[in-house]
């Protein structure tokens, strides 16, 4: 719902923060990490994960998208909720988080608060050769996808697994000459 929030900071503590964004103030949750990178600011951009409870919408915040990746990849595996994620992205940065998962360092992660062994392999069976490597992306930088990734990342955001996604768009003919929205409709078909 939210990709990005740009505002002035009215509060700053190690874990929560208010934004002040054109007359509205945002109560963001924050990890050590993100805290760290924005201690000294007074305005800031912050790219947000919302979290829709049955209690309660959480609005997490993040100092750049490699780490945000990171923690919607983390709340993808069983037993890891939101406030195990930030605590994980609290006490490791996602470069160790990436070297301990690709070494396959179960004894980093078991450091961690709150994760045992069994939630630390778990992680690592389940985010090994997974964990992606975003870069921030520029304010001024505008990116244009071609029309077969603008098709995949509307099927993926459907809910179609990535990879049958994929081959549904190799089985569209003559899928340069469509729109984006004539290659969704056949590659929906092909599915």
Not at 92 to 110: K, Q, W, Y
């Amino acid at each position: 719902m939210f990709a990005y929030l740009e505002g002035d900071l009215a509060y700053k503590s190690p874990s929560l923060l208010h934004m002040h964004v054109n007359g509205v103030g945002y109560e963001l949750n924050i990890t050590l990490q993100t805290y760290s990178h924005i201690q000294d600011k007074v305005r800031c951009r912050l790219y947000t994960h919302l979290q829709v409870r049955e209690d309660a919408w959480v609005l997490y915040a993040f100092a750049d998208e490699q780490e945000r990746a990171t923690f919607r990849q983390l709340l993808g595996i069983n037993g890891v909720g939101a406030a195990t994620a930030r605590i994980i992205l609290s006490s490791l940065s996602t470069e160790e988080l990436s070297r301990a998962i690709a070494t396959e360092d179960s004894r980093t992660l078991e450091k961690v608060k709150g994760i045992g062994t069994k939630t630390a392999q778990r992680i690592i069976l389940e985010l090994k050769g997974k964990l992606l490597a975003v870069k921030n992306v520029d304010t001024q930088t505008v990116t244009h996808n071609t029309i077969p990734e603008d098709a995949l990342n509307a099927l993926v955001n459907l809910g179609i697994n990535k990879a049958m996604a994929e081959q549904a768009i190799k089985k569209v003919n003559n899928s340069a000459s469509l729109t984006v929205e004539e290659l969704i409709k056949q590659a929906l078909r092909a599915l």
